[in-house]
């Protein structure tokens, strides 16, 4: 579960640097990861990091990193609660770690988990994060299940019951999998009641924000529609789709708020989030949000355009919205400096005259805390929106049709 504000604990990272993941990245990755326990109430004590080929198939570290590690870990004084690593562990390496360091493990993945766990409002978010925690622990029984009898639910019935011969590890595996059952047989049911809300919906031309986690897409939500959608800076902040009906000047469409993606996202909760994910591949026009602000905005674009790429199969209108131009701040290079410039050398203005110049009217570039290109913003939505209503309303055309002053004369 996710700590409270009075239930903090200490935790130790690690991460490896490999030769598809070098010192920069794996930092940059480690920095995530702890954001991510900072959203779920941990706070990252300390670092360790280890130059591999591959991770240890054992271990995930080497056996000296392994002992570098506990030794932190059983000096009383540094208070380490629990261990995190940055990519997803075996089954076998989580047994061989917590027999190792003695002390509780989690993975990138079981980390990201449990925060869905403790932000799911709905019952839709939250059966969806259930089967997804099922699906991740079923290979995990031996260390995790043994209490699963008592949670098997009054309608249960037969299975607070072993049969003959029958060990209790076989008793947990079968219980999840008729939790996993249940579980989807309930996504299913819940999906063709969304399915209905959709087609309620009419006609109206449909826009969907998509984004990395924490780049501004609620706080643009809300700026576009005049509504309170949850905002906060921390990872997830929210998880289920919102829907708002949105009108600028004549035209009215809907926008929705869909969940942030991330690096190394857990392949159970993008199975579990599909449905989630419909708003996005039933779309007209897609909206990608990007924090401009962050020194790695680019792979971020990268990994939300391959995650778009496999949910939808097909392309679709987009608009970059490169958000958090207040926040934006580069180090200006000195006029003998004759290194290359790096990354953080670069001006907004520079950055706009890259590859994001031949983008035309499909990019723009707002704040949306402060308010800054808003209208700006609204005026390329109504020209998207309108082009695509026209197409399938030709016979409404008249209506938005732009006559200069001589015409109207």
Request: glycine content about 4%.
């Amino acid at each position: 579960m996710i700590a409270t504000d009075t239930q903090t604990e200490n935790a130790v990272l690690v991460g490896l640097i490999t030769p598809d993941q070098n010192e920069i990245r794996s930092k940059e990755y480690l920095d995530e990861l702890e954001f991510l326990a900072d959203t779920a109430g941990i706070t990252a004590v300390k670092r360790f990091t280890q130059r591999l080929d591959m991770p240890h198939s054992v271990t995930f570290v080497g056996s000296g990193k392994l002992q570098e590690i506990k030794n932190y870990i059983d000096d009383e004084e540094n208070g380490v609660d629990l261990v995190i690593f940055d990519d997803e562990l075996s089954p076998k390496q989580l047994r061989n770690l917590e027999a190792a360091l003695k002390i509780r493990i989690l993975d990138r993945t079981s980390l990201i988990l449990d925060i869905f766990a403790g932000r799911a409002q709905t019952a839709h978010a939250k059966t969806q994060v259930e089967l997804a925690q099922y699906n991740y622990m079923l290979p995990r029984l031996k260390r995790m299940w043994t209490h699963l009898e008592r949670q098997s639910g009054s309608g249960s019935g037969g299975l607070r019951m072993r049969g003959p011969g029958e060990t209790q590890l076989e008793t947990d595996r079968r219980i999840i999998l008729t939790k996993i059952a249940k579980l989807k047989a309930d996504l299913k049911e819940i999906d063709k009641q969304k399915a209905n809300q959709r087609k309620n919906r009419g006609k109206l031309v449909r826009v969907a924000l998509v984004g990395y986690t924490n780049v501004g897409k609620s706080t643009v939500m809300n700026q576009l529609s005049k509504s309170e959608v949850f905002a906060e800076n921390k990872l997830f902040a929210t998880l289920d789709t919102t829907v708002r009906k949105v009108t600028i000047e004549n035209l009215a469409f809907l926008l929705s708020d869909t969940v942030g993606f991330i690096r190394k996202l857990p392949t159970e909760l993008i199975e579990s989030f599909k449905s989630t994910l419909d708003e996005v591949r039933e779309a007209d026009l897609l909206v990608h949000v990007v924090d401009i602000s962050h020194p790695n905005f680019e792979e971020q674009i990268e990994v939300v355009t391959q995650t778009l790429n496999d949910i939808t199969k097909e392309s679709k209108p987009t608009i970059l919205v490169f958000n958090k131009i207040d926040a934006f701040s580069y180090i200006e290079k000195d006029d003998d400096d004759l290194t290359p410039k790096s990354r953080e050398n670069i001006s907004l203005q520079e950055l706009k005259n890259t590859w994001m110049s031949k983008l035309q009217d499909n990019v723009i570039f707002i704040s949306a805390q402060t308010k800054e290109n808003l209208e700006e913003l609204k005026s390329l939505l109504y020209k998207k929106v309108k082009e695509i209503h026209v197409q399938r309303f030709p016979y409404n055309d008249f209506l938005y049709q732009e006559y200069d002053e001589e015409e109207l004369n």
